[in-house]
C-alpha cells in the first residue's frame, strides 16, 4: 500500500506530486515517484510555466514538459497542469506594460489556446488562473500583475473562456495559497467563482495551495469547513501543493517538531477526505531535497513527507495509517 493506492481506496481520485526533469536523473528519487501505489499523479512543478512554455513571443518550447507528460503517461499516472495566466515567472515579452488591451488579449488567447491544444486531453485539470488574490481577498497588485492593471479583474472570466474552448475535457482551476488560513481570501475566491460563472463561462474547480507552516496548520475540521464553502457552490476542491514547513531548520528525525508535522499533514488529509468535493492531493514535492522551501525563506524548511535521504518521516506515516483507517 502506498499513498496513493490508500487513497484511491476511499474514493478519491488521486495521491500526487510536483516533479520536474530535474529531478528525472536521482534513482532513487525517481523509484518512489514513479510508484503508481505512492503517486498516482504528477504536477510539473516549472516547466509548464509560461517562461518556459513560451519564453518569446509565438516561439513555443514544449520539450521539457512534454518529458514529464511522457513519463507520466508511462507509468500510467495523470498529469495536474501548471499554469496558464499567472503574473509570476512570465518572459519579459509579455511583463512589458506598453501592451493595449487588444493586443494583451490577444496574446493571452495565442498563449493558452497554444499550450492547451498541445496537451489537450492529457490534463485531467489545468491550474487555468494562479494567485490573482491579494491576502485581503482584493485583486492582487503587488507584485504587480501585466494582466490586471492592462485588463482589469476581467482578465480571469477571459483565461476561463479561452481555457474551455481550448480543451473541453481538463478540468479548470483557479489556484491560490492561504485560501486555507485566511477566510478574506477565501472570500474573494468564492467572489471569484461566481465572476467566472457571471461571465458564462465555466470553472469546475478551486485548487488550495497549502503551502503552511508546522504548528500553524488549521485543524481538520476547521479546513473542512472552507473546502465546504466551495462546494456549496458546485465546485470540485483540491490540496494542489501541500509542504508544511518548519521555522527554524534543521530538527531532528523523529522529534517533537516531526510529530507536530505529523499532526498537521494528517489535519491536511482529513480534511479532503471530510469533503466529497475534495479530489484528491499533491505534494509539492516529496521530499526535503528538492523543495523549494529554503532557497525562498532561508531558515526555513525539511516541508516534505520524506527526508533529503528519502526516509520517509513521521509525517508520512501518519498520512498513511490514518488512509488506512478510513
Ligand atoms: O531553470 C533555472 C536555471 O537555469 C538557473 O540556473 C537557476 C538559477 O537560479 O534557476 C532556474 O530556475 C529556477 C526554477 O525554479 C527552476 O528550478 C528559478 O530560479 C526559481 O525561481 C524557480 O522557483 C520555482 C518557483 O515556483 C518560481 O516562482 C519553484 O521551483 C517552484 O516550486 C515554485 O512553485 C510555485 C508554484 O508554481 C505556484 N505556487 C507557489 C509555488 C512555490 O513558490
Known amino acids: 500500500d502506498g499513498l496513493h493506492s490508500l487513497m484511491v481506496a476511499t474514493g478519491k481520485v488521486y495521491f500526487g506530486t510536483a516533479t520536474d526533469t530535474n529531478n528525472f536523473d536521482d534513482e532513487a528519487y525517481q523509484t518512489i515517484a514513479t510508484n503508481r501505489k505512492e503517486f498516482g499523479m504528477f504536477t510539473p512543478e516549472n516547466s509548464q510555466k509560461w517562461m518556459s512554455t513560451e519564453p518569446f513571443q509565438g516561439n513555443f518550447s514544449f520539450a521539457q514538459a512534454d518529458r514529464v507528460a511522457q513519463r507520466a503517461r508511462s507509468n500510467r499516472q495523470l498529469l495536474r497542469c501548471h499554469t496558464l495566466t499567472w503574473h509570476s515567472q512570465l518572459p519579459p515579452f509579455v511583463q512589458n506594460t506598453t501592451w493595449n488591451p487588444a493586443a494583451l488579449t490577444a496574446l493571452l488567447t ?24 491579494a491576502e485581503n481577498g482584493t485583486m492582487r497588485s503587488d507584485p504587480p500583475s501585466v494582466f490586471l492593471s492592462i485588463l482589469g479583474p476581467s482578465y480571469i472570466p477571459l483565461s476561463f473562456t479561452i481555457a474551455a474552448a481550448a480543451d473541453p475535457s481538463a ?24 465572476q467566472i460563472r457571471a461571465a458564462g463561462a465555466r470553472i469546475d474547480g478551486v485548487g ?14 476547521e479546513l473542512a469547513g472552507t473546502l465546504r464553502r466551495f462546494a456549496a457552490l458546485g465546485v470540485d476542491v483540491a490540496i494542489t501543493e501541500l509542504d508544511i514547513a518548519h521555522g527554524k531548520v534543521p530538527v531532528a528525525p523523529g522529534g517533537v517538531e516531526e510529530v ?26 516529496f521530499t526535503d531535497r528538492y523543495s523549494w522551501v529554503p532557497s525562498t525563506f532561508p531558515g526555513k524548511g525539511q516541508a516534505c513527507m520524506f527526508a533529503e535521504d528519502y526516509r520517509p518521516k513521521l509525517a508520512y506515516d501518519a498520512v498513511v495509517g490514518l488512509l488506512k483507517e478510513t
Open 208 to 221: 488550495f495551495q497549502a503551502h503552511m507552516n508546522v504548528g500553524q496548520t488549521p485543524k481538520r475540521e
Open 110 to 133: 495565442a498563449h493558452l489556446t497554444t499550450v492547451m491544444r498541445h496537451y489537450a486531453g492529457r490534463c485531467y485539470a489545468w491550474d487555468v488562473v494562479n494567485e490573482a488574490l
Open 260 to 285: 507536530q508535522q505529523a499532526r498537521d499533514y494528517a489535519a491536511v488529509v482529513g480534511a479532503c477526505l471530510d469533503v466529497e468535493a475534495c479530489v484528491g492531493i499533491t505534494v509539492w514535492q
Open 171 to 194: 478540468k479548470l482551476y483557479y489556484n491560490d495559497f492561504n485560501l486555507e488560513t485566511i477566510p478574506a481570501k477565501a472570500d474573494g475566491a468564492v467572489g471569484i467563482v461566481k
